[in-house]
């Protein structure tokens, strides 16, 4: 989802979303910060879904901290937008440059794997 503005309804819906891209026996568990709206008192989770939050001030555990970092600087740093609708736009294409292989080696976390492993 890119949208304008980040808020309790907007995380919501997109966990209302994700719930249902999941198998009847699938349950998902989310990684996130302890942003506003992830631990607002009127965020309702689905049943299947999970959420596992990060302590405070660690964006160093935080892989998605990465990965936004990338579209922002290879495909959104150093131009001028004409208006609002065209940095959504070159957002969205930026967010969807992203392939797989990238993800993966921007979002690695070698000291989750050594845990992981151990």
């Given at each position: 989802?890119?949208?304008p503005t980040v808020n309790t309804a907007l995380m919501r819906q997109f966990l209302a979303g994700l719930s249902k891209t999941l198998a009847p026996?699938?349950?998902a568990v989310?990684?996130?910060d302890n942003a506003g709206w992830h631990v607002a008192k009127a965020l309702r989770l689905p049943d299947n879904v999970t959420l596992l939050f990060l302590p405070a001030y660690s964006p160093e555990l935080n892989p998605d901290e990465r990965l936004w970092a990338w579209p922002r600087s290879h495909h959104l740093s150093n131009r001028v937008f004409v208006d609002y609708e065209e940095l959504l736009r070159e957002t969205d294409r930026a967010w969807l440059a992203l392939g797989?292989?990238?993800?993966k080696s921007v979002c690695r976390c070698p000291w989750i794997e050594r845990?992981?492993?151990?």
């Open positions: 989802m890119i949208t026996d699938e349950h989310l990684v996130l797989a292989d990238t993800i845990a992981v492993q151990a």
